[in-house]
């Protein structure tokens, strides 16, 4: 008899813990395991980051959504359905394309950094400011205006919406990140508890303009930078509400 409860017990607490935990694996596009990518649970606000084998192990239940964020990489989002209690997930992460211009360096460089990035904005903005004049002087053709043979034309009228365009990130992605490279650490020396440091640091970027960050889908040095120096301003502050 006492066996029989003792499987009972043990078959019923593996139910249980299996329907309270998600396993998995999160790898590159190149199948190479990606490590300390942040995981979170959107509904319980629970996080964790894989290991460096990419692996990770979060508590759950059916219909939550999981999410994963890495730098320079584009935000995941998984729905949890029951099956996925009894397998171990591959998440597959994939690197955020950032468009960069292209540089012609013809002068030669002095290796002094500050007055060589001077040398060539200068370069450029003179070309832009010439092939600007240049195109204003230019007369238009008219026929290049016109429609050619069979091509559509749109009608006119007030036209129609294709609809807001998709940021990479949301505001929660934003602040998570904010956490991640920062650290808990940082937050700690400012003299907050652990159960503080989210409102906080939603308080800060009230104050900051993230539209390129959620846009793209990355932090930027000045980012970092700027966050921390509205951070030492509202601390006080912040603390005397609390």
């Avoid at 030669?108 to 904005?121: F, H, S």
């Avoid at 992605?173 to 159960?195: A, T, W």
């Amino acid at each position: 008899m006492k066996k029989l409860l003792l499987i009972l017990f043990l078959t019923f607490f593996c139910k249980f813990y299996s329907q309270e935990n998600i396993i998995g694996k999160v790898v590159s596009e190149q199948n190479i395991q990606v490590a300390n990518v942040l995981v979170i649970n959107v509904k319980t606000d629970e996080k964790t980051y894989t290991d460096q084998d990419g692996n990770f192990i979060i508590s759950a239940k059916n219909g939550d959504v999981i999410r994963f964020l890495k730098q320079k990489f584009d935000r995941v989002s998984y729905n949890i359905q029951t099956e996925d209690f009894k397998k171990s997930l591959v998440i597959n992460l994939m690197k955020s394309s950032i468009e960069i211009q292209e540089i012609e360096l013809k002068n030669k460089l002095t290796g002094n950094l500050r007055e060589d990035v001077k040398r060539v904005e200068a370069k450029q903005k003179s070309k832009l400011n010439s092939d600007v004049n240049n195109f204003i002087l230019e007369k238009t053709d008219i026929n290049i205006l016109k429609p050619s043979k069979g091509e559509f034309v749109q009608p006119k009228g007030e036209g129609f919406s294709i609809g807001k365009v998709i940021d990479k990130w949301d505001i929660i992605d934003y602040s998570n990140n904010i956490l991640y490279i920062l650290g808990n650490d940082y937050f700690e020396q400012l003299g907050l508890r652990k159960e503080e440091i989210a409102p906080f640091i939603n308080v800060v970027i009230q104050n900051m303009d993230t539209k390129t960050a959620r846009k793209y889908g990355y932090l930027r040095s000045n980012d970092i930078a700027k966050f921390q120096e509205l951070a030492e301003e509202k601390i006080k502050i912040f603390k005397k509400l609390k």
